[in-house]
Nanobody, 116 residues
Framework: QVQLVESGGGWVQPGGSLRLSCVAS????????MSWYRQAPGKERELVAG????????NYADSVKGRFTISKDNSKNTVYLQMNSLNAEDTAVYYC?????????WGQGTRVTVSS
């Protein structure tokens, strides 16, 4: 059974930090390309950060470059998203995605609220 379980979301004040985690199971984690997406209220889901290939190259949305960092630990089947200098525009539900060719798995999402 394929599972992607996100955690680490919550409420944070502007300027604060959060670290999201996504634990994967039920598929060969190291052979899938991992990414983080987010969906803000009333907006479409967008790519935040992701690996471009299994090899480790990464890309980021312009809005988060320099503030967010994606990383992964294949030994723990886990991908992380370190988010610093958060602002209100980062408020969204964050989703973990695993992709291999036409196969794509999604987690249930974890909500991040940035507010004073």
């Amino acid at each position: 059974q394929v599972q992607l379980v996100e955690s680490g979301g919550g409420w944070v004040q502007p300027g604060g930090s959060l670290r999201l985690s996504c634990v994967a199971s039920g598929f060969p984690f190291s052979s899938y390309v991992m990414s983080w997406y987010r969906q803000a209220p009333g907006k479409e889901r967008e790519l935040v950060a992701g690996y471009t290939s299994i090899g480790g190259s990464t890309n980021y949305a312009d809005s988060v470059k320099g503030r967010f960092t994606i990383s992964k630990d294949n030994s723990k089947n886990t991908v992380y998203l370190q988010m610093n200098s958060l602002n209100a525009e980062d408020t969204a539900v964050y989703y973990c995605n695993a992709r291999k060719m036409v196969i794509s798995f999604w987690g249930q999402g974890t909500r991040v609220t940035v507010s004073s």
